[in-house]
């Protein structure tokens, strides 16, 4: 994938991400410092939970950056339409239990499953995209095959 999906809110939440990682930095150093004044590095639990934290935040820090020139950011106000795209959030029907899922497709750096949104790289949301109202698909799931039945689909304003 060339160009990332992501929305206005998303790419913000992503942008504070990364503020707040670069924030942390001198913090990190900080600590390393004084754990290395505290003597033997070897035994030094402090400094080794330092050095990690560090390497962490470096290797989050150097993810985000090199995903920045990638987002495409869309504005999830501006979408509309009857059929299933990024922003859309779809009802669904599980046609062997008639179980109802309302899901929100994102992108995957926004996506959060907790909260009814998924990837539009998903299993889930690959087979929905380009689908309408009345469209059945099929997902293959680790628990097996799940069909579902498109019930509504709306964009949020």
Known sequence: MDRIPISVQGYEKVRAELAELKKQRPEVIKAI???????????????HAARERQGWIEAKIGQIESRLPLFDVIDLASLGGDMVTFGAT?????????????????????????????????????????????DEIVVDAPRGRIEYEIMDITFKR
Not at 33 to 46: P, V
Not at 109 to 117: H, K, L, M, Q, R
């Open 33 to 47: 410092a004084e754990a290395r004044e505290e003597g033997d590095l070897k035994e030094n639990a402090g400094y």
């Open 90 to 134: 779809v009802e669904l029907e599980d046609l062997d239990t008639d179980e109802t899922k309302v899901y929100t497709l994102l992108g995957p750096d926004e996506a959060d499953f907790a909260n009814g949104s998924i990837s539009i790289l998903s299993p889930v949301g690959k087979a929905l995209l380009g689908k309408e109202v009345g």
